[in-house]
């Protein structure tokens, strides 16, 4: 037996880290080839994520890791020749498994890759990218050669019975790879180059082909890997998500009985929300009925991560947000200052109040105002305002961090006016705090949105504010970005701007001009133009309508202005080929209209039609429409629209 061999054994046969230590202090350098810098790293590695393995001992481990890698390295320079993809793969493995980033072996792996690359299996690609990934690497010429590889592997990898080519777990490791990467690396894939797009459609087609192969994890990580992706790859991620989704929905009782980790639960919903699934009305039937299952399970961090999901998805089941706000607050305090704002957050996205929650916080978050950053005070003031909830212990802690301009420096703008809408909803008093945000506000002002205006201009004025400079910044904004409002936000900010009492021409000149709005239809293969304009006030006059969505201080007239719901309700309509299209609907009508009904010789009302945008639509199907507002009627036919309608 050759002395390389024997170390082999040694090296197997090794109980503990310590008799790793001793084999590698010992051996020579000669003995120590690839095979065995490989083999020695690979059980370092395993006995450092060992369950009984103590801190101390995790420490070693981490060390024999550097130790050997230091090795490799010099042999990849020295000897090249010795190494091969598979020893490359497990020296990269390791690394990521204990956590040790080793630069120089980054950059001697990149050789070996480019040159010998084209021999790796499936499973030393995926070991490879998982261990860049996992020690946070931004190697991005070494990301690129193992990412090309995969791309020409999965093309070829078709037919095979997944377990001497790409497995299920193989496809899950390099595409949680890809959603971990740091910013820098993805970009390099994504952004400069089309490598990413080509690996996750190579990556998709693989799920597509194993979905009934994936175990509880491998589904997880995969789906939460596309979720990450998406923000490059929409296209592409969403069809890979969805085949392990179309798996989720066939075997309806998978999430629920037990066979995922609470971890694997909360990365798939949270998935699910972050690919805008919320539409799939089954699917969100099962992720409830998971979270339930799971609820008193859950740790702070997944229970967070749950209600952020549900909200977003616009889950209608209270119940499921009771239990997981329930379960939420007996782990107040083992909850972070973004968890507990998160979830609070979530809870009012949806309008649901659970007084145990709200209790918790309000007893906990003021003695941990010093964890609160930026968004944190942000969602957490905003969650109590939403649901009209008094926390003045909260609102007073948070008053005095909004008093150091430091710490308000550091917020957005639409963080800051989440903080000021909340102030002035709850009438909490701002003390200096206001001086501090108005003047961030004004730094920030060019930066704000329609809605950020509008909902500064409203607390502001709640809160006496009599900052002339800053409500004039206010106004100029409003001006410069007059294109960017919809008549809706455009109205409330001009109500709000009112009760701030300063008087703008150029502002009122501005808004008071008539505007041209076009809208595309795509289902229609046509779009439509109108002419709208947002009325002066009738302030002065015996006429008194407001719109009232702005508690009585909007604008008179309204009906001049194309609302956001018109559009919508338009919108939909377009995409509705007969009056049956919708379930809904076919139901409601329970077979009045027959099997085979059109829109040919229906007759349509619209009251308070204002620009009359939906009347049109139903005209362009071919109902004939009366379109009704104030005192004005008119009707629109088929006949009398064209590709472009001017009103």
């Known amino acids: 037996m050759s002395s390389q061999q024997a170390l082999n054994r040694a090296v197997s046969a090794a109980a503990d880290v310590q008799a790793l230590q001793t084999i590698l202090s010992t051996a020579r350098d000669e003995d120590v080839n690839a095979i065995n810098c490989a083999a020695i790293a690979g059980k370092a590695a395993k006995i450092h994520a060992g369950r009984w393995t103590t801190e101390s001992e995790r420490r070693t481990c981490e060390e024999t890791v550097k130790t050997i890698a230091d090795r490799a390295a ?60 996992k020690v946070g690497s931004d190697a991005h010429e070494l990301y690129a050669y193992l990412g090309d590889r995969v791309r020409v592997s999965l093309q070829v990898d078709k037919g095979t019975d997944h377990r001497t080519g790409w497995t299920s777990q193989g496809v899950s490791n390099a595409a949680w790879s890809l959603g971990s990467m740091r910013e820098a690396a993805a970009k390099a894939m994504f952004e400069e180059s089309a490598l990413g797009r080509e690996v996750v459609d190579g990556l998709a087609n693989a799920v597509e082909e194993r979905a009934s192969l994936f175990n509880p994890q491998e589904c997880a990580n995969t789906m939460w890997a596309f979720a990450k992706c998406s923000a490059y790859v929409p296209e592409e991620s969403e069809r890979g998500a969805k085949a392990l989704v179309g798996r989720i929905k066939r075997e309806r009782g998978w999430m629920s009985r037990g066979e995922f980790q609470c971890q694997h639960v909360s990365n798939v919903i949270w998935a699910c929300a972050k690919l805008n699934m919320g539409d799939d009305t089954e699917l969100v039937e099962i992720l409830v009925e998971t979270a ?21 998805m616009q889950a209608q089941d209270e119940k499921i947000m009771h239990a997981l706000a329930k379960a939420m607050a007996r782990k107040v305090e083992e909850s972070n200052a973004q968890q507990m704002a998160t979830a609070a957050h979530a809870m009012a996205k949806v309008g649901v109040y659970n007084s145990q929650l709200m209790k918790a916080y309000k007893e906990s978050a003021p003695t941990r105002g010093d964890e609160f950053q930026s968004r944190d005070v942000a969602f957490l003031a905003w969650a109590y305002a939403k649901l009209n909830v008094r926390a003045s212990e909260i609102f007073d802690a948070f008053r005095e961090k909004m008093q150091d301009t430091g710490f308000v420096d550091t ?36 930066s704000f949105n329609p809605r950020d205006l509008t909902n500064t201009a409203w607390a502001l004025a709640a809160l006496g504010c009599q900052d002339e400079s800053l409500i004039r910044a206010l106004g100029t904004r409003a001006r410069n970005a007059l294109s960017e409002f919809n008549s809706q936000e455009l109205l409330k900010f001009l109500g709000a701007y009112e009760r701030l009492g300063v008087n703008d021409d150029a502002l009122a000149e501005a808004v008071s001009a008539q505007r041209t709005l076009s809208y595309d239809f795509p289902a229609l293969g046509s779009s439509v133009s109108l002419t709208a304009e947002t009325p002066q006030s009738y302030e002065g006059t015996d006429r008194v309508r407001v719109d009232d969505s702005c508690g009585g201080w909007g604008r008179g007239n309204t009906g001049v202005a194309l609302w956001e719901g018109s559009f919508v309700l338009a919108e939909w309509l377009s995409r509705q080929k007969t009056p049956l299209s919708t379930e809904g609907i076919e139901k409601a009508l329970a077979g009045a209209w027959g099997e085979r009904a059109s829109w040919d010789g229906k007759v349509g009302v619209e009251l308070g039609a204002g620009l009359g945008l939906p009347s049109i639509i139903a005209s362009k199907l071919g109902v004939t429409m009366i379109a009704t507002d104030g005192a004005c009627v008119f009707v629109c036919s088929l006949v009398s629209i064209f590709s472009h309608c001017h009103c």
């Open 411 to 446: 917020f957005t703008p639409h963080h800051l006016t989440m903080v000021l809408w909340s102030f002035a909803m709850l009438s909490e008093r701002t003390d200096d705090a206001l001086q501090v945000m108005t003047e961030r506000i004004k730094t920030l002002v060019d």
């Open 74 to 133: 010099r042999a990849l320079r020295e000897t090249p020749r010795e190494w091969w993809p598979r020893q490359c793969s497990a020296m990269l493995w390791a690394c990521g498994k204990v956590g040790r980033r080793h630069e120089g072996l980054e950059r001697a792996v990149s050789g070996m890759i480019e040159a010998r690359g084209g021999s790796a299996k499936p499973q030393e690609l995926s070991n490879a990218m998982w261990g860049l990934a």
């Open 292 to 312: 339930r299952e799971y609820a008193n399970k859950f740790n702070a961090q997944e229970l967070s991560m749950i209600l952020w999901a549900f909200a977003t």
